[in-house]
């Protein structure tokens, strides 16, 4: 084949573009190096008259080609190659009694931390500390849960010492752990109910931060979703100081576009809070879809869970689940109702 009908053929085009989306439909030869690689691969542009295209890798072995070593061709693509990886790495966190050294998961993938790092976060969202970070809040729930006493607890969580335990405690559970094994019995959640652009709205902050925006339209029963949430805690008014939290969020509600400046006490499931992170990572005035979140922490099969973790949801609109679509554009469900979700992408500038 000459350079000319080589650069007239659309592989050519696919070739110059480096098109992932081509891989797998064919591969191309160099006969200057006797290599043949994937569309994609990142090598040095061919001179297009020693190009030959194939439409499969064994067709290009058989006409006497080995597969290029940096792309790959005779192997899965690097997609799925960086999602295995990065799964193997997630098994290794979730089993291990204390989380894996950066260097030892880079190594155990065969990429250096700096790359390892980065491809880990393109997967999953978030960074290998994170995710270590979440699971082991998931563990500590769990347990605390299931053992009979915190001290069972602190040691089937991982930890070796009951002083470390304590000193994280606070930040993974929002509270004691005692308080956490009572149902929150001494945690104390100030909560207002209001009416705002899209209804009624309760707002409610313990200590930590705001841990509920809620949406509806009978006040009476948002309260009462509340106390669901915490059944043991100790519910008080907002007083004067508190006023000006509820109005700042009845101003982000109107104008989401413009973030909400407060601290969050966000509590959930690992996964829960893998989802609930990437959806702050969605900008306003954008959207994407259950199976884009979900391929981004990590679980590309798991677009239904994500749309459950998004049901699930206490803080409405904060974190942003009314901008996770269906893959053909439709809203889909939202916990607050279909026409909020459509006036939160109105108010953001989204058709």
């Not at 004691?176 to 100030?190: E, K, L, S």
């Not at 601290?263 to 900008?283: C, K, Y």
Request: charged share 25%; aromatic share 8%.
């Amino acid at each position: 084949m000459n350079a000319t009908s080589t650069t007239l053929d659309p592989r050519w085009a696919a070739i110059v573009a480096r098109d992932r989306s081509a891989d797998g439909r064919f591969v191309y030869s160099v006969a200057t190096t006797g290599v043949f690689c994937r569309p994609s691969c990142a090598a040095r542009r061919p001179n297009p008259r020693n190009v030959r295209f194939h439409a499969t890798t064994a067709d290009a072995v058989r006409e006497g080609f080995r597969p290029c070593k940096r792309c790959r061709p005779d192997g899965p693509p690097l997609e799925q190659r960086r999602a295995a990886l990065v799964a193997d790495a997630c098994r290794l966190i979730e089993r291990a009694a204390t989380a894996p050294r950066l260097g030892a998961l880079a190594r155990r993938a065969g990429l250096s931390v700096f790359h390892f790092h980065r491809v880990f976060k393109s997967v999953t969202g978030v960074t290998p500390k994170a995710y270590a970070a979440a699971h082991r809040r998931q563990r500590v729930r769990r347990a605390l849960k299931r053992r009979p006493t915190v001290t069972d607890a602190i040691f089937a969580s991982g930890f070796n010492s009951g002083g470390r335990f304590y000193a994280a405690s606070e930040r993974m559970l929002g509270m004691t752990p005692t308080d956490f094994r009572a149902g929150g019995a001494h945690a104390q959640i100030r909560f207002a109910a209001g009416e705002c652009s899209l209804g009624s709205i309760v707002v409610a902050a313990s200590e930590r931060g705001v841990c509920a925006i809620l949406l509806g339209d009978d006040p009476d029963a948002l309260v009462a979703d509340l106390q669901r949430r915490f059944p043991r805690a100790s519910f008080v008014g907002g007083d004067r100081s508190f006023e000006r939290t509820v109005a700042e969020v009845v101003g982000f509600i109107d104008a989401p576009g413009t973030g909400l400046d407060l601290p969050l006490d966000v509590r959930g499931t690992a996964f829960q809070q893998r989802v609930w992170d990437a959806l702050r990572e969605v900008p306003s005035g954008s959207t994407t879809t259950y199976a884009e979140v979900a391929a981004r922490i990590g679980s590309p099969g798991a677009a239904r869970g994500v749309a459950r973790a998004c049901a699930a949801n206490p803080i409405a609109v904060a974190i942003p689940c009314h901008r996770v679509i269906r893959q053909d554009g439709g809203l889909a469900g939202y916990r607050w109702g279909v026409e909020r979700k459509a006036a939160l992408l109105k108010k953001e500038g989204v058709a």
